[in-house]
């Protein structure tokens, strides 16, 4: 089965305000991770990485954490816009061995104004 | 625009056609991944390309799927006989990396698949 999943399939936020979009994963040996936001119709698009032998990477106006004791990973949106609205998937290296990356199911954030 | 570009961006096959997709990768860039993508879904991995090898097809299906990254010209991912479960995204992505440690994938907006 998957080894990413995400807890929340839609998050709903106001403009202005943070938001956090959580991710899990089940193979403590996946040694890099990366973020990305797909818009409608569009493809994935970077947002920011983090290996694993970090805790917190931050970018602008994003910040992702990484909890290997608990094998969780979350991005930190901050002031959030309406721009912002959008599918956020979590993906991993799983083999060290290979290039693929493993998605998971995604997260849709919805920014009211 | 240097990014990846794909095309066409929409294919209408009917069942038992042949499906082309075409990826033509950042500037630079000498890696290529095919993942496909179904609605409400997150990308699945199915191959990963280098010019004229490739690396890895272990998410490509055994059979009517193939791919190619040919020394000149964009990667090309087949679909022959195309059934209306082919109906998907089609996404290539692109890195620099070499041997060194995976990195950051760039991905083209897709090829949406629709298998009449």
């Known amino acids: 089965g998957e080894s990413v999943g995400l807890h929340l399939p839609t998050l709903s936020v106001q403009e202005g305000d943070n938001s956090i979009i959580n991710c899990a994963y089940s193979?403590?040996?996946?040694?890099?991770f990366i973020w990305y936001k797909q818009e409608s119709g569009k493809g994935p698009q970077f947002i920011i990485d983090?290996?694993?032998?970090?805790d917190k990477r931050q970018g602008q106006r994003v910040t992702v954490l990484l909890n290997k004791t608990v094998k969780h990973l979350s991005l930190q949106i901050a002031a959030t816009q309406p721009g912002d609205s959008a599918v956020y998937f979590c993906?991993?290296?799983?083999?060290?061995?290979?290039?693929?990356?493993?998605f998971g199911s995604g997260t849709r954030l919805q920014v009211q104004p | 625009n240097a990014g990846v570009m794909q095309n066409p961006r929409h294919l209408v096959r009917r069942r038992g056609q042949e499906a082309r997709l075409r990826c033509s990768p950042m500037?630079?860039?000498?890696?290529v991944y095919w993942y496909r993508q179904l609605p409400e879904e997150g990308l699945k991995f199915m191959v990963y390309?280098?010019?004229?090898?490739?690396?890895?097809e272990s998410g490509m299906p055994k059979e009517r799927f193939s791919a190619e990254f040919p020394k000149e010209g964009p990667s090309i991912l087949r679909i022959q006989q195309v059934v209306r479960g082919d109906s998907a995204a089609y996404f290539c992505?692109?890195?620099?990396?070499?041997?060194?440690?995976?990195?950051?994938?760039?991905f083209g907006p897709g090829t949406r698949l629709t298998v009449l």
């Open positions: 992505a692109s890195s620099g990396y070499g041997d060194s440690k995976i990195g950051e994938q760039f």
């Open positions: 193979n403590s040996a996946s040694d890099y």
């Open positions: 983090i290996r694993s032998n970090m």
């Open positions: 993906a991993e290296n799983i083999d060290t061995g290979r290039r693929a990356l493993t």
């Open positions: 500037k630079g860039h000498s890696h």
């Open positions: 390309l280098q010019k004229e090898n490739i690396i890895d």
